[in-house]
C-alpha cells in the first residue's frame, strides 16, 4: 500500500469522476489528500475529451439518471479505447429496475478494471439477481464470496466487495483485508470513497487485484487511525450531529461511539453546550 501510496503522490494522476451530488465534495477532497488530482466532469458533450487525460475513470450511480448513464458509457468507450481503467461503484444496485439495469448495462457494454460495492450491489449484477436495502447490504462478504469467484470470471473483471472484511477477487486469486473501523459505515460516502481511492491507484497499478486489496488496505488504515487519534486528542465529551435521515432512531449510533468515547451524546435542535477555556 505504501509504495501504490508513494507513486500516486508522485504521478499525481488525474481521476475522472462521474460520480453523485451526495459525495462529489468528499470524495475531491480524499483524492487531493492521496495526492491524486480530482475532476467531477459528467457532461455528455465534454467526457470523452477529458477521460483522455485522465489516469482512471470513477463510475458512480448513486444518482443515476439516463443522461448520466449514457455520458457514462461515452467516457467508458473512449477510457477502453485509450487504455485508461475503470472502476464501477453499482450503488444501489439490486434495489430499483433503473439501478440494477444500469450498472449491468455499463458491465456489458464497457470493460471494468474493478467493480467495487457491497455485497448485494456485486451480487445483483450476477444473472440471479440479488435484493438491496436502498444502498445497505443485506448480505454478508462471506455469503457473497462464492458467487463473487464466478461473477469475476464471467465479468472478467476484479471484484472488491467491502464490508467488516474486504474480498477482492478476480475469479482466482482472493485477498482479504482486515483494516477498518466500525465507525466508517456510520459515515456517509466511506464506500463511495474507497471506489475513488481504488481509482487513484488502479492509476499507477497496472494490476486491478493488488490496486484494489492496496487502497482497500491505505483507506482502512486512515479509518483507524482517525479513530485513535481521535480518542488520544484527550476530548472529553463527543458530540453526535449531521445524522442521516435515514436512521429513525439514531440510538445505536449513540451505543457505537460510546465504544470509542464513553462520554457521547446525541445532538439536538436548539441545544445549548457550555464549552469551558482552560485556564
Known amino acids: 500500500a505504501a509504495d501504490n501510496l508513494r507513486r500516486v503522490r508522485e504521478k499525481k494522476p488525474l481521476i475522472h469522476n462521474i460520480t453523485n451530488y451526495v459525495v462529489m465534495n468528499y470524495t475531491a477532497n480524499a483524492l487531493l489528500a492521496c495526492g491524486a488530482s480530482p475532476v467531477m466532469a459528467h457532461a455528455a458533450e465534454e467526457v470523452e475529451e477529458m477521460v483522455s487525460f485522465a489516469g482512471a475513470l470513477v463510475l458512480n450511480i448513486g444518482t443515476l439518471t439516463p443522461q448520466w448513464v449514457e ?3 461515452r467516457a467508458g468507450k473512449r477510457a477502453n479505447a485509450v487504455n485508461v481503467p475503470i472502476i464501477l461503484d453499482p450503488v444501489g444496485s439490486g434495489a430499483t ?8 448495462r ?3 457494454e464497457l470493460s471494468m478494471a474493478v467493480v467495487r460495492g457491497n455485497a448485494s450491489e456485486v451480487l445483483s449484477l450476477a444473472k440471479k439477481e440479488a435484493r438491496t436495502k436502498g444502498v445497505d447490504s443485506v448480505h454478508s462478504v462471506d455469503e457473497a464470496e462464492g458467487a463473487a469467484l464466478a461473477l469475476a470470471t464471467d465479468l472478467k473483471t476484479t471484484l472488491a466487495i467491502t464490508g467488516k ?9 482472493i485477498i482479504r483485508v482486515h483494516n477498518g473501523h466500525e465507525m ?3 459515515v456517509t460516502g466511506t464506500g463511495c470513497t474507497a471506489t475513488v481511492i481504488i481509482g487513484a491507484f488502479l492509476a499507477v497499478d497496472p494490476d486491478a487485484v493488488h490496486a ?3 487502497a482497500l488496505a491505505y483507506f482502512g488504515l486512515a479509518g483507524e487511525k482517525a479513530a485513535s487519534q481521535a480518542k488520544a486528542s484527550g476530548a ?3 458530540v453526535l450531529s449531521h445524522i442521516s435521515a435515514r436512521y429513525a432512531d439514531a440510538s445505536m449510533l449513540l451505543q457505537q461511539a460510546k465504544k470509542v468515547f464513553p462520554n457521547s451524546i446525541l445532538a439536538e435542535d436548539f441545544m445549548e453546550l457550555e464549552l469551558p477555556l482552560n485556564e
Open 71 to 73: 455520458a457514462m458509457l
Open 97 to 104: 429496475r433503473l439501478r440494477t439495469e444500469s450498472a449491468k
Open 106 to 108: 455499463l458491465t456489458r
Open 165 to 173: 472484511v474486504d474480498l477482492i477477487t478476480d475469479g482466482k486469486r
Open 184 to 186: 466508517m459505515s456510520r
Open 212 to 214: 484494489a486489496a492496496t
Open 236 to 238: 472529553k465529551r463527543l
